[in-house]
Each structure stands twice: as structure tokens, then as C-alpha cells.
Nanobody
């Protein structure tokens, strides 16, 4: 059974920083690639960042230059460093981890979500 544990959310003031982490354990699930998403009340889940197995990264325009996604193969984690936070970054953040195995379709798992609140 695969378990996903997110951590690092909280409340900060405008301009502050937070680092979100997502650890995946179980079923020998090795993270090859993944991403971070966020969702507000009554809104659809929005993609904000992703990282490929080769380390290439991509970001939605609203977080470019402020957020950095990374993957730690040894710890089997995904992280999102968030700097210069703004009130509009307030949301629940979800990680999505993907593993790829030869001869099998990609498998992904989601974190349970961690809330981030940025006060003005």
C-alpha cells in the first residue's frame, strides 16, 4: 500500500517563505516525476509546477521566479520551495507523484493536501 505524506504548510505573512514536502512510502514506489497543484474553495485544482525524471521543471506564470520544485531521489520526496508569498497564494496544496515501470502504464498518487495561508 502506498502512502503519501505532505508537510510544511502553515500561515505566513506576505513576502514570507514556506517549503512543502511530499514523501511517498510503500509498494517500492519510486518517484520518477511529479508536480504540485493547489485548490481553493469552490475552485478547480490548478497545476502550478512539475518536474520530469530528467530534472526539467515547469511552472505556471503566477509562480515563476518565486517557487522552485525539486525531487530528492534518496529520500523519495518532492518539494516545493515557495518564496515571496502573496495573499493570492492562499490555498490547499497537493503533490502528485508519478512512477514509471517498464511494461506498465504510469502510476500516480496524490497527497492529502496541506493548507497554506498568506496574510496581508
Amino acid at each position: 500500500q502506498v502512502q503519501v505524506a505532505e508537510s510544511g504548510g502553515g500561515t505566513v505573512q506576505t513576502g514570507g517563505s514556506l517549503r512543502l514536502s511530499c514523501a511517498v512510502v510503500g509498494d517500492d514506489f519510486r518517484i520518477n516525476s511529479g508536480g504540485w497543484y493547489r485548490q481553493g474553495p469552490g475552485s478547480q485544482r490548478e497545476w502550478i509546477a512539475s518536474i520530469t525524471s530528467g530534472g526539467a521543471t515547469a511552472y505556471t506564470d503566477s509562480v515563476k521566479g518565486r517557487f522552485t520544485i525539486s525531487r530528492d531521489a534518496a529520500k523519495n520526496t518532492l518539494s516545493l520551495q515557495m518564496n515571496n508569498l502573496k495573499p493570492q497564494d492562499t490555498d490547499v496544496y497537493f503533490c502528485n507523484a508519478i512512477r514509471i515501470r517498464l511494461g506498465r502504464p504510469p502510476q500516480d498518487v496524490w497527497g492529502e493536501g496541506t493548507p497554506v495561508t498568506v496574510s496581508s
